[in-house]
């Protein structure tokens, strides 16, 4: 059974002014564990298909199941990751990573000891006490990241979570990133507007239109997905063939 299904959504957003169809007979299935990326033109309703998975809000018509369930608001096994990290910057490293714990009311001290063990594991056992203010951009993304994996969710959906970052710092914190969740087995939405990025973190290539958005083509990326951090994979030969051809379906959809 599919883990995520998108049943043939619309979505529109009403304002005084105008209505705005974001997004046109949306039909997608994620399987358990599976690593789906999202692309198409800026503008076009990722967000809003992110927005809807995380169930912010309810899709005009259509239906979004999870775990086999219509989903009718937010769920405690779905994780979100924006671009920017929102961080507390008057609270140390240790104490951003628990927010959610706490809001949650789960207990303090099992949810401190894996606060503690995952800020280890993924490398930032020397950084507990810090003030985020002290980290890099790369390790504040790598905090909330943890931060979201504490409460342990089947899901993360990641918007555009490295788009404020400079090139280096994007490309080996997806390097980081992508083995923390196959490590997790996560099932993951990444939207990104970034083709490199989607193709190589991803097991499937999802493509959208513009707006209103719908999704026009489907890519399995069978090279090496899950064997080699992203970086590597960009230096595969399969690499540009894939490249090649998402960007001539996305080109269609963007205007210069
Ligand atoms: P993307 O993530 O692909 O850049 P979005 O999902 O953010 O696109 O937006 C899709 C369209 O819906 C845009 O035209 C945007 O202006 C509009 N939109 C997004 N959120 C709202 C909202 N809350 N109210 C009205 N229009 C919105």
Redesign the pocket.
Known sequence: MAQIEVRGVSHR?F?MKEE?E?LRNVNLQVETGEFVSIV?P???????LLSLLAGMIRPTQGEVRLFGELLTGPSRRVGYMLQNDSLFEWRDVLHNVLIGAEVRGLDREPARRRALELLERYGLGGFVGHSPKQLSGGMRQRVALIRTLLLDPDILLLDEPFSALDYQTRLSLGDEVAGILRDQGKTVVL?THDIAEAITMADRVVVMSR?PATITAEHPVRYAAGRLPPTALRKEPEFSRYFNRVWEELKDHVRV
């Open positions: 957003y304002t705005t974001a198409g800026s503008g076009c309703g990722k967000s809003t939207v707006r």
